[in-house]
């Protein structure tokens, strides 16, 4: 059997900190697995490298992050398929460790760490967004869901998923929708935590990261609904008393409470971060009242 192969795809939209992603790739310390780097999207200041790996893909129509991923995924021709987001590095090293780290698994996902001087609000939608991914937090096993920002999966998977759901159209729950299809169909998210990538996003404020996470709230509901295999009863109740005005609002505060508490408790890890759990506390609110205000919309009937 050969060495495993790989196609990079990284989308992106006019992405200010691309070229930083791909010198890093350039200067992989096996490059020779590396068959393709498919960067997708819409990006109009690029400089690729003296390189007949790099490839540019322009995508007119909706270049989302979903889009631009299933357009370079669709096209690759490796074995395997590795998502990295236009703002992140990986180490040098990243691939080493991942082909060391190659068993029977379909999924295979790094951490995901930050610069040391990003900004509090920065810091605190980082905590909440990536969980047990952020680096250092975790160093368990398998995960039950992991950003597309720092992820290999095996081309074969992908394509009987069909890829991402395009229907999410911003940067929030489309990875996570892909990696619930994914454990419906059997499969386990293996976790590589020495593989790791610095994430530089543009949150940098307390409106961007509630923003986001609210976002992701709305999201979370989306994919539940829609994967109806992860739509427990235990879900379907909770959702039923959040869409209840004012008695929605009691219960999400009581879930921001008990996710807190769960939180500190099951990954003892998080407390290193203490300065940063007021903040986290505030946009899990953001989350919560996304969760909300999507099941009251589908209530009212005005989202479909």
């Known amino acids: 059997m050969g060495l495993p192969t790989f196609s990079i795809i990284i989308p992106t939209y006019q992405s200010q900190q691309i070229q930083q992603t791909i010198s890093a790739i350039d200067c992989q310390t096996q490059p020779s697995n590396i068959i393709e780097v498919l960067i997708v999207g819409q990006q109009d200041d690029l400089s690729l490298p003296d390189n007949s790996k790099f490839r540019y893909i322009r995508v007119e129509k909706n270049p989302s992050p979903a889009r631009n991923r299933n357009v370079g995924a669709f096209m690759a021709k490796s074995e ?54 952020v680096n250092g937090i975790y160093k368990g096993k398998y995960l039950k869901y992991a950003a597309t920002n720092n992820m290999v999966v095996r081309r074969n998977l992908f394509i009987q998923i069909n890829g991402f759901d395009e229907s999410y159209t911003l940067p929030a729950g489309e990875d996570y929708d892909f990696c619930t299809k994914a454990r419906l169909l059997g499969e386990n998210i293996r976790f590589i935590h020495h593989a790791v990538v610095l994430h530089n996003h543009t949150r940098k404020s307390f409106k961007n990261s509630w923003n986001h996470l609210y ?90």
């Not at 790094?110 to 047990?132: E, M, Q, T």
Request: hydrophobic letters at 40%; glycine letters at 8%.
């Open 80 to 133: 395997w398929l590795c998502f990295f987001d236009s703002d992140c590095v990986p180490s040098n090293d990243w691939f080493e460790k991942v082909i060391s780290s190659l068993g029977n698994d379909n999924i295979y996902v790094g951490a995901i760490d930050l610069l040391p001087d990003i900004p509090y609000w920065s810091w605190c939608d980082h905590l909440l967004s990536f969980g047990k991914q």
């Open 215 to 304: 976002l992701y709230g709305e999201s979370s509901v989306r994919r539940r609904i829609k994967n109806n295999g992860e739509l427990t009863r235990w879900h379907k109740f909770i959702y039923l008393l959040l869409s209840i005005k004012i008695l929605g609002e009691i219960i999400g505060l009581g879930r921001v409470l008990g996710r807190a508490i769960q939180r500190m408790s099951s990954v003892p890890n998080y407390l290193k971060y203490w300065k940063y759990l007021p903040g986290i506390f505030l946009l899990d609110i953001a989350h919560t009242k996304g969760m909300i205000s999507h099941l009251r919309s589908l209530h009212s009937g005005t989202r479909s």
